[in-house]
């Protein structure tokens, strides 16, 4: 199989120039046969009629018309069928004469003849079917053999357009090849044909995004790098502590905060984990049906300590079973998120409800949407749209975290065709609302409420 574009275009070019050439050629061929047996056709009928109305072959005349390098032979016979005149002396003349034009066969010799009749005589003009077809061949010959001398400067001006044609694509070849790992600068378009432009802009659009996704990695490893620095300096400092304290209710202190900064760096790192497993660029997760309303329950319950000990009162309200396509690991960790931060923002003793339902969608399929309200501060409406960056944490908090809570539930919904908005809430806090893009089976059922005290 040819792998070279060059070589296939050149081979198909010039296999088009090679059929060509044979259709043209045998045309030409066979349009110059055809003129020269009309022509020869004509020269007989001219001769004959000249001698029709000559009453009888003079002596010039008869030593112009047995010139032997004359192919025409010239036959008279009377009405009584006396040959009165041959021009040349053969082995084998036509012995008969057929009105108009025939092909008559004397011996082992095709004769082309045209014969007229005269009151007192009949005039034959012949002339020999070899003679005739080797003169009608080189007269086809030479009208051919100008196009057989031109076929291999066509070939060659074939190669060189080819050669010619694909040069920009081999330009941009070269450009691409030279490049390194870090060279991703949008290819220039300007002077590119309109067959190679849109793959030079298909090739810009990936560059863009690989530049986009080398940043972001960038972005993110440096952040990710900032925030560890702090929890791993303070387990050092809580080592050092450790290791100093002396036995008893001092070093029992010094263990628990050492547990906690572990507990806090582990929780770091899994969320830095999760977030990287979520984002545009990771690997594709494998879908499959769940039941969302399950799944909200599930994680709702495991928080239940932590609403527990902020005295926060968390309730699910949901209409039942919602099936849809998701990957559950992702799903959980976005309710989480959600739930989590709603009771960690909010003061003690407050309210966090969370609402499961569906929605008619615009194509008139049935989608589940999560909402999560809360009664603590809430985010500004200047800050909602930064609330989704990575670290962020706003200024003057004290709630601890990483700042990955909100970052990590736009990339999960992002990656299930989900819509996040945060709003203010009718508790006085924040409602965040996932509105899901895919079909659900929804089944309406009762309308339930649980509680996590």
Request: glycine residues 6%; neutral net charge; contains cysteine.
């Amino acid at each position: 199989m040819i792998r070279s574009l060059r070589a296939r275009l050149l081979l198909a070019l010039l296999f088009l120039l090679a059929c060509a050439a044979v259709v043209m050629g045998s045309l030409a061929y066979r349009n110059t046969l055809e003129q020269a047996e009309a022509l020869f056709d004509y020269q007989l009928r001219q001769m004959a009629l000249s001698l029709r109305d000559q009453g009888e072959v003079a002596a010039p005349g008869e030593q112009l018309l047995s010139d032997e390098r004359l192919d025409f032979v010239i036959q008279i016979w009377s009405r009584d069928g006396r040959v009165i005149y041959a021009s040349q002396a053969h082995e084998m003349l036509p012995n008969r004469a057929q009105l108009g034009y025939a092909d008559i066969r004397a011996g082992s010799q095709l004769w082309r003849t045209y014969s007229v009749a005269t009151p007192g005589r009949v005039i034959q003009v012949a002339q020999p079917e070899a003679v005739r077809r080797r003169m009608a061949t080189d007269s086809a010959l030479r009208s051919v053999t100008p196009l057989l001398l031109l076929a291999p400067l066509l070939a060659l001006a074939a190669w060189w357009l080819a050669i010619i044609t694909l040069r920009p694509l081999q330009r941009m070849a070269t450009e691409v090849h030279a490049r390194d790992a870090a060279s991703l600068q949008p290819i220039p378009l300007a002077g590119l044909p309109g067959e190679i432009a849109p793959l030079a802009q298909a090739l810009n659009d990936l560059l863009d995004r690989l530049a986009t996704a080398w940043q972001a990695q960038r972005s993110f490893v440096a952040d990710a790098a900032h925030e560890l620095r702090s929890p791993l300096t303070a387990l050092k400092l809580q080592l050092h502590l450790l290791r100093q304290a002396h036995q008893g209710p001092q070093r029992e202190a010094a263990l628990d905060d050492l547990a906690q900064g572990i507990e806090r760096a582990s929780r770091l790192v899994e969320q830095l984990l999760l977030l990287a497993r979520n984002e545009p660029d990771a690997p594709a997760q494998a879908m499959q049906a769940l039941d969302l309303d399950e799944l909200v329950r599930r994680e709702v319950a495991s928080l239940a300590p932590m609403a527990r000990v902020k005295r926060t009162d968390v309730e699910l309200l949901s209409s039942g079973p919602l099936e849809m396509l998701g990957h559950a690991p992702s799903l959980a960790s976005l309710v989480r998120n959600l739930v989590e931060n709603a009771i960690q923002h909010s003061p003690a003793a407050a309210r966090v409800q969370v609402q499961l339902g569906s929605v008619a969608a615009p194509d008139g399929t049935m989608a589940p949407t999560l909402v999560v309200e809360d009664s603590g501060p809430g985010i500004p409406a200047q800050e909602r749209e930064r609330a989704f960056d990575r670290f962020y944490r706003r200024a003057g908090t004290d709630v601890p975290g990483s700042g990955l809570g909100l970052a990590i539930v736009r990339a999960v919904a992002e990656r299930h065709q989900a819509r996040v908005d945060l709003d203010a809430s009718a508790l006085g806090g924040l409602r965040v609302t996932v509105r899901f893009g895919g079909p659900t089976a929804a089944h309406s059922a009762s309308d339930s409420s649980s509680a996590a005290p």
